[in-house]
Structure formats: structure tokens, C-alpha cells
């Protein structure tokens, strides 16, 4: 039997999976009475579909294949060109269709030497690494007072004379929060310091760690320069180097700081979006696009960030792909190039921008259980929407709001207006790893992973138009 | 009132602080009625003394210090000098008496550049450090295939042409434990692990760190090169990072791994005991000897190893020295050059060790609260020994052996049969950050450390033959 694509207009039940039909069809029939009806898969189905995907191996495996045989792999890099080779490779051994890579061009920065020592009055070295697109300091390093701000606001109430030719410290106060919301405020020492510090005649600027763990490892990520300031070298301490400095700072006596960070700016080279896709039964009916990103700093093997993610959204492809032909083709991206600029979602919007999109879904916060669900599919799928809050609550996922979606690669297109779901991770012990060296395999909770793929595939059974009953042999078109 | 010297024979209870004895005086005759006797601080001293030493604020500061001031303290290097200078004006700042440095020569070994990457079949770089007295590479590095093993005897059967000219690689499954006991056997790969590769001709060897942790930070620690067995370079990978080598060593395919390690011996420099005293008021009863170690590792600030430990001592030997005279003196002892082979402790014993000592107590455990007394004081000192457990219960402390003690630098000591005592620590955390650059001033919990501290001034009211009531300005002799 085949479901035609009637989006927002009649519910229409798939046959069920082993064709016992008539209860999921009357519960279905139950749930749509009061309210605008939409085409999915029987709650029966979902809930079958929901309940396999928790004893789910296949996303673990891709996160341990991808840190173990690619490792770190940073955007624009052989070691990135090497992790699209062998995404390529698994998602046509997975069974996907259409699986192609869309290269772009792009600006490469690749860490140097980072090393820092306190020179007076304590003695010491601190654990440091250099942001991404920071300026660099002679081989031999350079060596100068250190003058410490507590903020960015701080920093740019200094006066410009009490700054040039020093090097910036700032610290600041993130808290650790499930949803993570501190990385934006409290992340503007990163974003923000490199610039002012330029233009204040800074010699450099090291930062506390945009992070909530107490590991001697910094957290890198990117920053750019902004109006016109000159590059300068910037990079971030430990949390707990960044605490033995305002320790030395408070004092009271001169505090210098040798610092040596080399990276360069090694030109334009290749990076790409890796794309596979489920096709559906309704080839003219808008894709769903799941994704994550392929790319991770250099430090770190990338588990979290973001091996986890293109795991959990190509793993619920494929347990769809495997019950069924969806109505609609669920297109998976890895997005590559996503650290460093976004560089890959802004390719694909460029190339596929203007094609409609029935959702854009993206994993991009860690392994960690999701707790939420938010959507922005617009008033008119409102049931759609509540039907999906419905599926999700059995994994303890809480409903959201009806008007936010959020994603890093999939932002620029939601920019636009395109709909799109979040299923919002619980981002804890996030901070703790993100952008560090220890962001590796074991930092993955093998049962949280499968609660996010329950999550994701049954989030596209309910988006997904209805499964076709008997699953078939997929032709790439 | 004088208390005098009379271990062993009559209880007589010191003159209760604030003179209000009689109270006191019944409990402590009470308690000594069917038992042998000796004299200590009475019980009402001695649970005034616990309890105020709870709200202890001295043994954070002297961590904080020294781990700000002076960071990472490595035996022989002119950062361990710098630390014997701050430990004299610390102690004499502290009003002891006989602030002095021991000092004795010692080889040298220091760290230089430490990289490794597996250059097939993943290409991907690995967190490494180097053991103390690792051979070195030369700075380019060397290159060989990565042969693994599981354990130092699978190493020591594998036929030497198996080995020879490679790599070599030992895991371990070192359990987590609170009293630490996985450090002996689960250490073997650090200790006897090279000695073994070289003999069979291996060109490097690396180990699982001797760790319980999860981060990309390695634990070094000594090892020494035995049975004439040629120094070849040896390191320590992560914990996360020796994971990542066996799952790519279970691929199958031929690994490949570039080292680079830079070690060199710098030959003998000096290093030293610092030692300060509570003058007793029988100068003539053999010391009590509480101690830590004051150098550390170099790659952390050596907060809990040892800088804890020492601050313990040394507080709470203060708090003593502050409720008045005990009958004893108190000698504490702050090691040089434990981590690098016990040197301070066998100088102390090469030049004390045929001195009677009351009792010897070491900290070197980190931070983390006691759970546990053990002693050793002999059969004739059981009652002390039992009123000592009894004494140390309301913290939480469970009596242990009656014929055990330990402590590293002691060890030389208690090996010649002298008596001690072992305030076990809580070292479920212990290893997560030993040796390694996250031994930092945030490991240590004030509170927990405040505990060590009731736990030590309560001993010392123990042992220290009783109290002087009247606090009074202590002289140098």
C-alpha cells in the first residue's frame, strides 16, 4: 500500500509493520479527532520503532569507527579529506542512496607549537593552546607583563595605554547549565577579547577556557578578527591554569608571560558536505534533512563534537530504511567544516537554499540524553508538531516550544525561515570536553546514545508521511 | 604541671587547657582503668582539639602557597630549591623552632619534548609523557611498528625476536579502589615493563598510564632500569589514548608509531630534607616525626601529592603547638626527592635512623578525608594504640591494623622496625590525577582537607604524652 504525500491535510495510518493494522489505525484515528490531521506512521508503529531503537548498537559503532580510524580531523585538512573517504565508504555500506560528496573551497589555519610560562614572580609553565585563526608569536615566543580583566566589558573599559604591548588575561564565570546557555555570554572572552585586545595594541591575549571542567586541557574554537584588527596571538588556559593566574595576579606584583603559539594560515584547500539519502515513495515531496558535522578540532578525536551526532542522525535514517519506505526522502548531511566558520552549511545553502525542506534537524550538542523537544514547523503543522512532542515524551523528553529550532549548519538555512525540529541534548558535562583533547570515544554513554537515536527515528516516523509496510530494495535514482 | 615522660606505664592527664581538669581527669581515669596506661592530652583536650581543628583554615593556605608560589617542584631542579626557601620562611613564619635544610646531592633526570602518533594504519597523534629515567629518542624521533600486550608477563613470555627492534605496548586493568590497592600489581608495566622490553631488544616502550582516569593527560612516575638492562625511551600514554591503541591494534592490520621523547640526565644536583620542630618538654623523649614530601612531579603543581601532605603535618603540628608543650617534641620532617626515588627519606634515615623516634607518621595520599588508622607501636603500646582509635572514631575513622603502618619517605625507617602510624586516606580519586598535570590546586576539597587535619592534631594530642596548659614562647635551642 502506498501513502500519498498529504501534508497538514488528511491522516492517512501506513499499514503497519506485519500488516496487524486495526489498533494503531483506531488509536490514530482516537488522536487525530480534535485537531488538524497529518500523514505518519501508526503510533503502533512509532512505538515499535521507538522502543528497537533503544537497544540500538549501530550509532556507537560509527562513533567508535570514525575516532578510531580517522581520529581527529580538522576542516580543510588530509585528515578531514580522509574522514569524507571513509564516510563515504559507511553510508553506502549502510545501504543509503545518492551517497555523494559536495566539495567547497576554504581557508585553512592549522596549530603551530603552544606553550606558556609564567617568568615572574612564580615561575612556572601553563597549559595552553592557540584559538583558532590566532595571530603568531616568533618561534622563540614572546615574553611580556600580563594584565588580567575579569570580563570583556573589563577589558574594553581599559584604558588603551594601560594595555599596549601587554598581554590580555581574561576570565569570566561560566556556569554549567543543561542547556548549556552560557556559552554565549560567557563565551565572548573567546569571541570578542581577540579583537578589542588588537585594537587596544595588545601584545596578545590568552583567555580561561571556554569550558566548566578543571582538566589541565584548554579549549580551543574559533574567533576572527573583527574591524580591521591586526591578528595577534590568542590563545586559552586550562581552567586551572587560568585560576593559578588570577591566584599570582591577586598578589599584587608584575606577572610575565612567555608565550609561544605558532599556527599559520596554510591557504585555500578543499572541504565538503557528505550527503546520503533514504529516498521516499513521494520523490517531488520535500526531503527531511538530518544531519551533524563531520569535521572536529585537532585536539580531541571529536566523539562528542561531533562524531555523536552524524551517528545518531544517519543511525535513524537507517533504522527507517530498514522498516520501511518513508513517504518522504530523509536526507542525511554530514556537514564538513563546521569548527572553523560553518563553512559547509553555508555551501549547502548556497546549493540547495532554495529547495524546500519539510525539516532541518540537526545533532550538534554531545551524547548526552535528550531531555527536550522544540520545533518551528509552522502553525499550520501545529498537530504535526504536538504529535511529535506526544512520540518523544515515552523517553522522558519534555515538551518544548512550537516556534524555536536550532542547529550550527542548519542555522543559516532556518535563518531563512526553512522549519526545522531540535531535540535538545542535555548538555551537562558538555563544557567539560568540548574543544579539548579530551573530547575522545569514552566520553560517549553507550545508553544515551541509544535513547537519542529512540529519539530520532521516532521523530522521523512521525515526520516521515508514513513507513511502507514491506520494506523493499532501494534504488539510488 | 609537668607531665613527665612515662610511655607505657601511668596514665597521668595533662592540665586541661583553661585549667578546669576535673572533668577530664574522671573521664580519662575512667577510660584507663582496664588497661595498660600512658599519658596523653586528657579527652576533653583531646575532642576540643579535633573540633576546632574542623573549621582549620591554616593547611589550605600552605597548599595554596605553595602550589601558586612555587608550581611545579620538581627533586634536584632549582624550582625544588625555590620550594626548600619557601618551606623555611613558611615553617619559621609559622613559629617553629629549628627551621632547618638537610641537604644531599642526587642525579638529575628532566624532561624534554614528548610526541607520539601512530603513523599506520589511522594516522592520528597520541598524548604521551615520559616515565623518570626514560631513555630519549633523538629529536626527530624514531619510528618502529607497535606490538601490544595485555600484561607484563605476557610481555616477559613473548619470544625476544617477537619484540626486538619494536615498540612495545602494555595495557593493564587497573580497578579504582579507596584504599588504592591496584597501584602494586596494576603498576608493574611502569616499573618492570621497561627493564623487560629492553632486555628483549625493543627499541621504545609505552604504557597504559598507571591511572583510573579518563583524560588525555598521562601519569608519569620513576621507574629505573634493572638487571643491567640498556635505558631505551620510555612513556606513558593516557588512559584514553592506550584505549584508542588497542582498538586500532584489535583492527589487525600492521600499526606504526613515531616517538618522540627527550629526557636527559643532567647529573648530581643537590636536594633536601626541610625539618622544624615543636621543642617538647622532655627533650630528651624520642621525637614524634610527621611528614610529607615537598617536591612533586613537574608536570602538575602537586597539590595532592604532596603538597597536601605536608600542610597536614605541619598543621597539625601547629594547632598543638598553639594549645600549649606537649611532652615530646614533634619533629616535622618535609621531604626533598621522594617522587624520584625516596632520596630525602634515605638521607634521614643515613643520618637519624639510629635515633629513637616515638612514632612515625607520613601524609602522601592526597587529600582526600581519612577513613582509616592503622599503627604499629608495638604490643606494649596497645592501650595508646586503642586509645588512639578511639580518639580518631568520631571522624568517621574506623580503627584498623595494630601491626601496620606505611609511608613512603618512613618506609626506610619502618623497615628498620621503628614505630608508626597510618592515617589512611580516601584515594578512590587518588589516581585519577596522580602524576599528572592535573594535580592541581582544585583537586583538593577545604573540607575534606580539614578533616586530615582533625584527624592528625587529634593523633598528635595522642601521642604527644600530654599538653602543657599554658601555651608559652617557644625558643629555638
Known amino acids: 500500500m502506498r501513502i500519498l504525500s498529504n501534508a497538514g491535510v488528511t491522516w492517512r495510518p501506513c499499514l503497519p509493520y506485519r500488516k496487524s493494522m486495526t489498533k494503531s489505525l483506531i488509536a490514530g484515528l482516537l488522536l487525530a479527532t480534535a485537531a488538524p490531521v497529518f500523514a505518519q506512521a501508526s503510533p503502533a508503529h512509532i512505538a515499535s520503532l521507538r522502543e528497537a531503537a533503544l537497544k540500538d548498537d549501530i550509532a556507537y559503532e560509527i562513533v567508535e569507527g570514525l575516532t578510531t580510524e580517522v581520529g581527529p580531523r580538522l576542516a580543510g585538512t588530509e585528515a578531514e579529506a580522509r574522514a569524507r573517504e571513509w564516510a ?182 578543499q572541504s565538503g558536505n557528505v550527503i546520503a539519502e533514504v529516498p521516499g515513495r513521494d520523490r517531488s515531496a520535500p526531503p527531511i534533512l538530518v544531519s551533524g558535522h563531520l569535521d572536529s578540532w585537532d585536539l580531541g578525536t571529536g566523539a562528542i563534537d561531533d562524531a555523536a551526532g552524524v551517528a545518531i542522525a544517519a543511525t535513524a535514517a537507517k533504522r527507517i530504511m530498514d522498516a520501511g519506505q518513508p513517504l518522504r526522502t530523509i536526507r542525511i548531511v554530514w556537514f564538513g567544516a563546521e569548527e572553523v566558520g560553518l563553512f559547509g552549511g553555508l555551501d549547502y545553502r548556497a546549493r540547495h537554499g532554495k529547495e524546500p525542506h519539510y525539516a532541518l534537524v540537526e545533532s550538534d550538542f554531545g551524547a548526552g540524553r535528550v531531555w527536550r523537544v522544540d520545533s518551528r514547523l509552522g502553525k499550520e503543522r501545529e498537530a504535526e508538531a504536538k504529535a511529535l512532542q506526544q512520540a518523544l515524551a515515552p523517553l522522558g523528553i519534555a515538551p518544548g516550544a512550537l516556534d524555536k529550532a536550532e542547529g550550527s549548519d542548519i542555522s543559516p538555512l532556518l535563518a531563512d525561515g526553512l522549519p526545522g525540529v531540535s531535540l535538545a541534548q542535555d548538555g551537562t558535562f558538555y563544557f567539560d570536553v568540548h574543544h579539548t583533547p579530551d573530547d575522545t570515544l569514552d566520553k560517549v554513554d553507550p545508553q544515551d546514545l541509544r535513547q537519542n537515536v529512540a529519539a530520532w527515528t521516532t521523530m522521523l516516523a512521525v515526520l516521515s508521511g508514513g513507513i511502507e509496510a514491506e520494506p523493499k530494495r532501494l534504488k539510488r535514482r
Open 88 to 269: 563515504v565508504r559507511k553510508l553506502t555500506a549502510m545501504g543509503f542512496a545518492n551517497v555523494r560528496v559536495e566539495t567547497f573551497d576554504m581557508p585553512v589555519w592549522v596549530r603551530g607549537e603552544e606553550k606558556a610560562w609564567i617568568t615572574a614572580p612564580f615561575p612556572q609553565p601553563l597549559a595552553v593552546t592557540a584559538l583558532g585563526n590566532s595571530g603568531a608569536t616568533p618561534a622563540e615566543g614572546i615574553e611580556a607583563e600580563l594584565i588580567g580583566f575579569n570580563s570583556v566589558d573589563e577589558l574594553a573599559a581599559a584604558p588603551d595605554e594601560a594595555v599596549r604591548g601587554k598581554i590580555v588575561f581574561i576570565d569570566h564565570n561560566m556556569p554549567r547549565a543543561q542547556d548549556g546557555i552560557g556559552y554565549g555570554y560567557f563565551g565572548r572572552p573567546r569571541r570578542e577579547g581577540p579583537t578589542i585586545a588588537s585594537k587596544k595594541g595588545a601584545a596578545a591575549i590568552v583567555i580561561r577556557s571556554i569550558g566548566t571542567d578543571h582538566h589541565r586541557n584548554p579549549h580551543t574554537g574559533v574567533m576572527t578578527f573583527a574591524d580591521g584588527a591586526a591578528p595577534i596571538p590568542a590563545g586559552a588556559l586550562s581552567v586551572p591554569d587560568a585560576e593559578q593566574v588570577q591566584r599570582i595576579l591577586k598578589r599584587g606584583k608584575r606577572v610575565r608571560l612567555r608565550l609561544v603559539l605558532t599556527p599559520r594560515n596554510i591557504g585555500t584547500r
